[in-house]
């Protein structure tokens, strides 16, 4: 029966070979049936749905062709306030935090005792991201009784923002607690840093280097790569950027945080899961792949000018 | 994707380096330097530290006690009543034991599909030679970029049409049928082994699944290590997944009851931050525990595969 199904599935292939590209078949099987049906029929479905009006109460789904993509550009203002407030996280935390997170990475990378257990603290926020940081975050925000403000208080600052219930501040609490986890970024380049080899520094402190023109013509050359993987990271990240913006803004404890934290993936979520329209909102998430697949591919484009992959540094180990 | 092509996940290390003498600086310049980065990440780690040493002192406070001082308590230095932890997860309103062995349950099925699953498929790429092979790795690392944002509807329709919503099961299915981050980091652990090992084995007269059961396995506990905490990490803070597909609130996990938790109690009135607090740090001990306990293998595991952001 086995060698039966080999020989029909491998005409091409022979004893030995035979059952070991058999067996090997059997083994990706898990992985094979999961992609088709975690993921091409789910895609497949996406397509259909997105040229659909779907909605969960009413079932029959039908078909309207390009409709929910006019009604986005046309008739949806929160489709655009959403994206606004996506794109102004984005401004507001991309170039920051990688500067932060490089610096910090810098810092680690000194050969000195006790460092493990600054790189072991540093990356702690990491750890415990989620709901129970976001609550935590919310107390150290309170306008009136936060730890934050009464810390502000008591070095002179007489009228500290009203974080959450402020519409300019409130992106800023998002951004501060995602500030906080800027470690976990660090430890990733620190491997980075960690790669270049220390031979490079020999040579340019024997020409004569100093060390601004070893961090600029050795340490950023190198670590390009590591600095662009964390860029992408960074954009897709504010797009996926959810459990803070719904637990700060979508309940309805914080009214005036809401409009201003409805990040794009929570217009999605609202539009999906509390409106039940899913059409609309899988055409949502399309624009939304595609918006990210082109910032991330023009990015691409422009960063091969300035990524510096060095061949020999790959195969080491 | 960037330096990812790196197989050995744990001893990862530049090999110790002696700089030559007539490179070396004067010492009282190099002390100060150290003296410098040492005040700067003194400076920097409490700053990281107080707001969970905030919450902790937060989470020790009495009944009726504030919780909110002047000047700020960022220590615990007065009150420590521990019974906060046991006080919510028994108490009559919103007891939070539930959440948690739900919680757990979903941990044990993740890791367990994602062990199983990942190393047999990243077993047939590293060891294995098959037609297609490299097509289908291809595919693999392909996956890993697909934005999970497209798949939330049509998978909520997938799971629903199967009758799947209000239960579990999109919630652990899904994992014992590998996922391309893990079958990766798999795959470059077990390439690293010389080849000689399997051979040895089958001509011993081991089977397939010997080999994969009674060398691979054994040889991949560093990766597999990594692959739990990631995992352990991911259900227990996953919200959107429980959020999405739960709707008894029996079933509810962790994440989603400290939400309720926290709206419970601010609706009723009293001022109970101290418990919410005690919740929230509650649903952290077991990540720190974990973090601390398997730090080396997990930061090395984040170091040689600097993927996980």
Known sequence: ?317 | MAKVEMPDLVAHSVEKYKKPKYLKRNSVQRAVKRLIILALLIGFGIVVLLPLSWMLTAALRGKGEPVYTLPVSWIPTRSFHFENFWIVLTNDAYPLWRPLVNTLFLVVLNITGVIVSNTLVAYAFARLDFPHKDFLFKLVILTMLMPGVVLFIPSFLLFNTLGWYGTYLPLWVPSFFGSAFYIFIARQYMRSFPKDLDDAAQIDGCSRLGIYWRITLPLSVPVITVMSIFTFQDVWNDFTGPLIYLNDAKKFTLSIALTYFQRSTFSSGVNTTNLVMAAALMSTIPLLVLYFSLQKELVGGIASVGLKG
């Open chain 1, 1 to 317: 029966m086995i060698d039966r199904v080999g020989k029909w599935l491998f005409p091409s292939l022979t004893g030995r070979k035979r059952r070991e590209a058999l067996e090997g078949y059997l083994f990706l099987s898990p992985w094979m049936v999961g992609f088709l049906v975690f993921l091409v029929i789910p895609i497949g479905m996406a397509v259909y749905v997105a040229f659909t009006r779907w909605v969960l109460i009413d079932p029959p789904p039908r078909w309207i062709g390009l409709e929910n993509f006019i009604e986005m550009f046309t008739k949806d203002k929160n489709f655009f306030w959403s994206l606004q407030v996506t794109l102004k996280y984005m401004l507001m935390t991309l170039i920051p935090f990688i500067i932060i997170g490089l610096s910090l990475s810098l810092l680690l990378n000194h050969k000195m005792r006790g460092m493990n257990f600054f790189r072991t603290v540093f990356y702690v926020p990491s750890v415990v991201s989620g709901v129970a940081v976001t609550l935590l975050w919310i107390s150290l925000l309170d306008n009136d009784m936060g730890a934050i403000n009464t810390a502000l208080r008591s070095i002179g600052i007489t009228n500290p923002p009203n974080w959450l219930s402020s519409p300019q501040w409130v992106l800023s609490s998002v951004a501060l607690m995602g500030l906080w986890g800027v470690g976990g970024g660090a430890i990733i380049y620190l491997a980075g840093l960690q790669n270049i080899p220390p031979h490079l520094y020999e040579a340019a402190e024997i020409d004569g280097a100093n060390g601004w023109d070893k961090f600029w013509k050795i340490t950023i050359p190198l670590l390009s790569p590591t600095i662009f993987f964390m860029l992408i990271t960074g954009i897709i990240g504010s797009f996926q950027v959810f459990t803070p913006a719904y637990i700060m803004g979508g309940t309805s404890r914080f009214s005036a945080g809401n409009k201003y934290l409805r990040f794009y993936l929570l217009h999605v979520y609202i539009e999906a899961f509390q409106k039940g329209r899913l059409g609309y909102a899988a055409a949502l998430a399309w624009i939304l792949t595609i918006i990210s697949a082109i910032v991330v591919i023009i990015i691409y484009n422009y960063s091969e000018k300035y990524v510096y992959y060095e061949e020999e540094g790959k195969q080491q180990t």
